[in-house]
């Protein structure tokens, strides 16, 4: 029934820009925080950024002042606006959204990913 699906990534050089969407769709009752997840071959899967329902961003050190979290509550969206890209920022990127049911018990949904590639 819910289902979220990312779009924006792609091949860019190092120095230029890219906007990740991810969207859910499906019977929402309300959605509490998002976030943006990346791994590179070999490594594990790291956090990149949330946004609280109440449009509160939090950043990996890593991404700080190159990234931005936003969110549209009533599309049920959230992005991830990518700046001054660097090859080390080649990844596959999946969004996280936390589902509140009207019972209000959560479930975290995960999108299919989506690869961001950075070149020289």
């Known amino acids: 029934q819910v289902q979220l699906v990312e779009s924006g990534g792609g091949l860019v050089q190092a120095g230029g820009s890219l906007r990740l969407s991810c969207a859910a769709s499906?019977?929402?009752?309300?959605?509490?925080?998002m976030g943006w997840y990346r791994q590179a071959p070999g490594k594990q899967r790291e956090l990149v950024a949330t946004?609280?329902?109440?449009?509160?961003?939090t950043y990996a050190d890593f991404v700080k002042d190159r990234f931005t979290i936003s969110r549209d509550n009533a599309k049920n969206t959230v992005y991830l606006q990518m700046n001054s890209l660097k090859p080390e920022d080649t990844a596959v990127y999946y969004c996280?959204?936390?589902?509140?049911?009207?019972?209000?018990?959560?479930?975290?949904?995960w999108g299919q990913g989506t690869q961001v590639t950075v070149s020289s």
């Open positions: 499906g019977s929402i009752f309300s959605t509490g925080l």
């Open positions: 996280r959204i936390t589902m509140i049911t009207v019972t209000w018990s959560t479930s975290d949904y």
């Open positions: 946004i609280t329902s109440g449009d509160q961003p």
